[in-house]
T-cell receptor, first 113, second 112 residues
Framework: DGGITQSPKYLFRKEGQNVTLSCEQN?????MYWYRQDPGQGLRLIYY???????QKGDIAEGYSVSREKKESFPLTVTSAQKNPTAFYLC????????????FGSGTRLTVV | RKEVEQDPGPFNVPEGATVAFNCTYS??????FFWYRQDCRKEPKLLMS???SGNEDGRFTAQLNRASQYISLLIRDSKLSDSATYLC?????????????FGAGTQVVVTP
């Protein structure tokens, strides 16, 4: 079955550490997105990519980095510059135009310890 | 002003009752509209697309009012399993790739 897979499901980060969240899709979607969700709040766009080897900053890109070397993969690195990284991170993908909406992965819950 | 606004609720609904809520959007050129459902600590899942003529999927009915720039969702014969947060989603008009704008969600709590 086609889908979008995020790993790990839970991740614990120490202060000052960089961590990378994985996102892989086999839906042949061109566009991929990373969102952050804080408790009781809506989704905020971190980065998005509409084509391989190209990506754009979203509304809250500071402290994050991404790469898009393959169509299927869009990993997100949470760097030590991100001061408040504890959140629920969601990866999504879509066809161009998103006329069928987005398909989301099941998310990664990141906690700073 | 936020691009997509929703009443956060919660809407407390007795089982079997009908509940309806709206979402307003600011960009008149938005082209695609969706309702997503998000359960606690889970990812959002597409509930239904919203078409200009309105559409129905079982107990769920979605309407679009372009003139007043809002979409609505109506749930009939509410079930306990309908308890969730419902996200209103619209496309950004200037983005041909279809980047979506998400509302913060309306919480629905169905009670026995």
């Amino acid at each position: 079955d086609g889908g979008i897979t995020q790993s790990p499901k839970y991740l614990f980060r120490k202060e000052g550490q960089n961590v990378t969240l994985s996102c892989e899709q086999n839906l042949n979607h061109d566009a991929m997105y990373w969102y952050r969700q804080d408790p009781g709040q809506g989704l905020r766009l971190i980065y998005y990519s509409q084509i391989v080897n190209d990506f754009q900053k979203g509304d809250i890109a500071e402290g994050y980095s991404v790469s898009r070397e393959k169509k299927e993969s869009f990993p997100l690195t949470v760097t030590s510059a991100q001061k408040n990284p504890t959140a629920f991170y969601l990866c999504a993908s879509s066809i161009k135009g998103a006329r069928h909406g987005y398909t989301f992965g099941s998310g990664t819950r990141l906690t700073v310890v | 002003r936020k691009e997509v606004e929703q009443d956060p609720g919660p809407f407390n609904v007795p089982e079997g009752a009908t509940v309806a809520f709206n979402c307003t959007y600011s960009n008149s050129a938005s082209q695609s509209f969706f309702w997503y459902r998000q359960d606690c600590r889970k990812e959002p899942k597409l509930l239904m697309s919203v078409y200009s003529s309105g559409n129905e999927d079982g107990r769920f009915t979605a309407q679009l009012n372009r003139a007043s720039q809002y979409i609505s969702l109506l749930i009939r014969d509410s079930k306990l399993s309908d308890s969730a947060t419902y996200l209103c989603v619209v496309t950004e008009s200037t983005d041909s790739w279809g980047k979506l704008q998400f509302g913060a969600g309306t919480q629905v709590v169905v009670t026995p």
